[in-house]
């Protein structure tokens, strides 16, 4: 296969893992905000940061590294392997001693036991980090997709029968964990690989070398967006950080499922071209317009009618979550060309510049958010507004310098989709301040409404007509 068609069957299979796997948690996260309160939703996103700082030891940087390894043998793989199933028993050990000082800390007794069962999902995702790594790296996303499936319709439909027989927040944790056993276990059994009984130090020293360099840069990433919950934890309600932690989940879906879909085909695509700088930043400015395409339009979109959609999805009890909804999806505009510019770097095997550049975004971003804080939650996300934009902007420094591609460029190639979908979201939003009683109303005809305008001024745009083709290949 010529490496266009094995990026449309990776596209394929990535984007039915991302729609479907992320539809059904939709769905289902839909039903548990109406079984569960938000304060039940805050006390699991307390234990959140200590998940996924876990995590980014297991699966932050061995996994890129064996995707842009272009000679990678078994003994990589099972190096790997060994070293991440390591990696990921310690953290758990580590989760499990430290729990009652969690608890002591947030002054909530729960949080102990919960830590103690959430982290059992750290160990079981450590498992399976090598095993998805193998199977992107060969552009094979089928059986990737297999196993989220079932892994979410599973652990999915425990977490709502628990929640519906009055197990509360337990619902939440048992969920997660059964999620990484059952995709773990599925991932072992059908990804047709076994690790051999071999540690290469060869191995392990490249590995280290290029993964620890993006572990700290994913680590102190996880931090940084992490630590607002744990401030939201310590000044203000549980409620209240299930508000905000349901407005960012909310403003992350359509960068998270279209960037999900992209993201596993970009990486291992542009790393094969990492030879031809030319051929990488043709396809690299592609990307940054097919991303904007579809974000930009679905972040505004999704900002406009942000009021009625909470309230028909999860009733009123969850208004007040709206706002942040709002200020996360403006946040959120940059976000996917911030994200190519960082698998650039990967790609040229510059995780140094990437491990310097997050240090100086992490310094800045920290320094804002503690200063917004004592004023409340809204300002808090008005300062990571401002952060995106200069995140934007210090993350196209270095590619401007490798490739001479500046960040004026790149925003030009955004730009026509940000003002089209500025344009076509104008209708639903005006459609807020008339008075229509029903919500569901609002909602259809805002939608409707918008994304009509946005085809007829963008059905003759070359992007557009390509995801046209992707979409078709996909159903096929």
């Known amino acids: 296969m010529s490496l266009k068609q094995q990026s449309i069957a990776g596209f394929k299979w990535s984007a039915i893992e991302n729609v479907a796997v992320r539809g059904v948690q939709f769905l289902l996260g ?15 996103g307390l234990l959140t940061i200590f998940i996924t700082i876990s995590q980014t030891f297991t699966e932050g940087g061995v996994s890129n590294a064996l995707i842009r390894k272009t000679d990678k043998s078994d003994a990589d ?15 758990y050990v580590i989760l499990f001693v430290i ?8 002054d909530a007794g729960i949080l102990s036991p919960l830590l103690k069962v959430l982290g059992l999902s750290v160990f079981f995702n450590s ?3 090598v095993p998805v790594a193998k199977l992107t790296s060969e552009m094979d996303f089928k059986w990737q997709t297999i196993a989220a499936l079932i892994a979410v319709v599973v652990s999915g439909g425990t977490g709502v029968v628990l929640a519906y027989l009055g197990y509360g ?3 939440l944790v048992w969920q997660t964990v059964i999620m990484a056993f059952v995709k773990g276990v599925i991932l072992l059994v059908y990804s047709k690989w076994m690790p051999l009984l071999v540690f290469s130090r060869t191995s392990f020293k490249y590995l280290l070398s290029f993964g620890s360099k993006l572990v700290a840069s994913n680590l102190l990433f ?9 401030l939201i934890g310590k000044f203000y309600s549980t409620s209240d950080l299930g508000y905000y932690t349901r407005g960012r989940q909310f403003a992350g879906l359509p960068v998270d499922v279209f960037t999900g879909v992209l993201g596993k085909v970009t990486f291992p695509v542009l790393s094969r071209l990492q030879d031809n700088d030319v051929e990488l930043i043709r396809v690299y400015r592609k990307f940054i317009r097919l991303t904007s395409l579809v974000c930009v339009f679905g972040l505004i979109l999704l900002a406009s009618v942000a009021k009625p959609l909470v309230i028909v999805l999860l009733t009123e009890k969850w208004t007040e979550c709206v706002i942040y909804l709002q200020l996360f999806c403006i946040a959120l505009l940059l976000d996917h060309i911030t994200r190519l510019n960082l698998n650039l770097l990967q790609v040229k095997g510059r995780s140094d510049l990437y491990l310097r550049l997050e240090i100086i975004k992490r310094i800045v971003s920290i320094a804002m958010m503690l200063a917004a804080l004592p004023f409340g939650i809204i300002y808090l996300c008005l300062s990571l507004i401002v952060y995106s934009v200069f995140a934007f902007f210090v993350n196209t420094y270095y590619t401007g310098k490798l490739f001479n591609l500046s960040c004026w460029v790149q925003l030009k190639d955004m730009a026509k989709y ?11 939003l005006a459609l807020n ?34 995801l046209i083709g992707m979409v078709k290949n996909a159903l096929r």
């Open 418 to 428: 940000l003002l089209a979908s500025v344009v076509a979201c104008a209708p639903s």
């Open 222 to 230: 996880t931090i940084y967006s992490q630590i607002t919950t744990i």
């Open 77 to 91: 793989y099972s190096t790997a392997f060994y070293f991440n199933v390591a990696v990921g028993a310690v953290c």
């Open 127 to 129: 498992l399976f980090v």
């Open 169 to 171: 927040v337990w619902a």
């Open 30 to 44: 839909l039903v548990l905000a109406r079984l569960l309160d938000p304060s039940d939703f805050g006390v699991v």
């Open 433 to 466: 301040w008339l008075p229509v009683g029903n919500s569901l109303v609002q909602l259809l005809a805002g939608v409707g409404i918008s994304v009509a305008i946005y085809w007829f001024m963008m059905r003759k745009d070359e992007q557009m007509g390509e």
């Open 99 to 106: 729990s009652p000082w969690v608890a002591r800390f947030f």
